[in-house]
C-alpha cells in the first residue's frame, strides 16, 4: 500500500514569511509524528497526534510553530515568520495502534525547508 | 530523559563484507524499544530492524541482526554480505514503552559506505 507521503519535497522561503508542509499517514495510521533534522542539532521530535487526543507538543522549538491534524488524518506544520535556523528537512511519521502493543514509527520523504 | 549515542560518525566495508555498528543508550526504564533505521539520500527514513527490550533473543532480519546487551545498554548492528545499496546514514533509536505515544529519541548517525 501507498506510505507516508509528504509535500513539497522541497521549499525555499525567504526570511519572516510562512510556511506550511503537509503529511499524508498510512491509511488506517491512527499516530502521527512531525520531526525536524538539522546539520546542527540532529533528529528532533516536534509533535505527535493520536486519535482524537490533545496532542503531545512538547517538541515544538517555539511559538511560532504550530501544528493540526484534520479528521485524524492528513496533518499540517506551520511556521509563521520563518528564520533562517528553521531550515531543515522536516520529516512526518505515522503508526497504528494497536492494543497492548507499540507499532514501528514509517516515515515519509520529508520537506527540505530552506530560508533565505 | 534517554540519550542515544552513536561513537561512529563514519564507516566503510568493502563490498561482501561484515561490518558492525555501534550504539549504547542511557535509560531509566525497564520497558522500552530499540530500531535501527537507514536514510540513504534520497531522505527516506528506512526501517531496518527492531528489538523489543523484554525479548532476550537478538532481532535478525536477512542479512541484518543485532547485539543486544541491556545490562551494558548496548545495541549494535551488524551488517553481513554488505551491498552497494547499503550505503547510506544509519540512526540507532530509543522507543519508551509506555502505553500512550511515544516519541523515537534518535543518535546522532553513521555513515556507512560500502566500497565495490
Known amino acids: 500500500g501507498a506510505g507516508v507521503s509528504q509535500s513539497p519535497s522541497n521549499k525555499v522561503t525567504e526570511k519572516g514569511k510562512d510556511v506550511e508542509l503537509r503529511c499524508d499517514p498510512i491509511s488506517g495510521h491512527t499516530a502521527l509524528y512531525w520531526y525536524r533534522q538539522s546539520l546542527g542539532q540532529g533528529l528532533e521530535f516536534l509533535i505527535y497526534f493520536q486519535g482524537n487526543s490533545a496532542p503531545d507538543k512538547s517538541g515544538l522549538p517555539s511559538d511560532r510553530f504550530s501544528a493540526e491534524r484534520t479528521g485524524g488524518s492528513v496533518s499540517t506544520l506551520t511556521i509563521q515568520r520563518t528564520q533562517q535556523e528553521d531550515s531543515a528537512v522536516y520529516l512526518c511519521a505515522s503508526s497504528s495502534r494497536r492494543t497492548g502493543g507499540k507499532d514501528t514509527q514509517y516515515f515519509g520523504p520529508g520537506t527540505r525547508l530552506t530560508v533565505l | 530523559a534517554q540519550t542515544v549515542t552513536q561513537s561512529q560518525p563514519e564507516m566503510s566495508v568493502q563490498e561482501a563484507e561484515t561490518v558492525t555498528l555501534s550504539c549504547t543508550y542511557d535509560?531509566?526504564?525497564?520497558?522500552?524499544?530499540l530500531f535501527w533505521y537507514k536514510q540513504p539520500p534520497s531522505r527516506q527514513m528506512i526501517l531496518v530492524i527492531r528489538?523489543?527490550?523484554?525479548?532476550?533473543q537478538n532481532a535478525t532480519e536477512n542479512r541484518f541482526s543485532v547485539n543486544f546487551q541491556k545490562a551494558a545498554k548496548s545495541f549494535s548492528l551488524k551488517i553481513s554480505d554488505s551491498q552497494l545499496g547499503d550505503t547510506a546514514m544509519y540512526f540507532c533509536a530509543f522507543m519508551r514503552g509506555e502505553t500512550s505515544g511515544s516519541r523515537l529519541t534518535f543518535g546522532e548517525g553513521t555513515q556507512l559506505t560500502v566500497n565495490p
Open positions: 535509560t531509566s526504564e525497564n520497558n522500552y524499544y
Open positions: 528489538q523489543e527490550a523484554y525479548k532476550q
